[in-house]
């Protein structure tokens, strides 16, 4: 149905990002996450809404809230930045 965050001074509401919906898994995390980088970096409320509403909406793309290959396990490698399957023992 969308997002609404209120600001102290005014209540800001954005619709819900059309998506192909897999699993809602992590969905809400992600919003927040998104919401909460976005708010860090000192944009507006509704760019906030914004992104978390697009991260929210790609989180419900994948099986479990992110891309996965069955029994490899998917991380994010944060010092380069690039997403990479785990190595087999």
């Given at each position: 149905a969308?997002?609404?965050?209120?600001?102290?001074?005014?209540?800001?509401?954005?619709?819900?990002?059309?998506?192909?919906?897999?699993?809602?898994t992590?969905?809400?995390?992600?919003?927040?996450?998104?919401?909460?980088?976005?708010?860090?970096?000192g944009?507006?409320i509704?760019?906030?809404?914004?992104?978390?509403?697009?991260?929210?909406?790609?989180?419900?793309?994948?099986?479990?809230?992110?891309?996965?290959?069955?029994?490899?396990?998917?991380?994010?490698?944060?010092?380069?930045?690039?997403?990479?399957?785990?190595?087999?023992?």
């Amino acid at each position: 149905a969308g997002s609404l965050a209120n600001d102290g001074r005014q209540l800001h509401r954005i619709d819900a990002v059309p998506t192909d919906v897999v699993d809602t898994t992590g969905a809400g995390d992600s919003f927040i996450a998104g919401f909460l980088e976005s708010l860090a970096k000192g944009l507006k409320i509704k760019e906030c809404l914004l992104q978390g509403a697009a991260l929210g909406a790609t989180a419900c793309r994948h099986r479990g809230g992110f891309p996965q290959q069955p029994l490899q396990p998917f991380v994010q490698d944060s010092r380069a930045g690039n997403e990479r399957l785990l190595e087999p023992d």
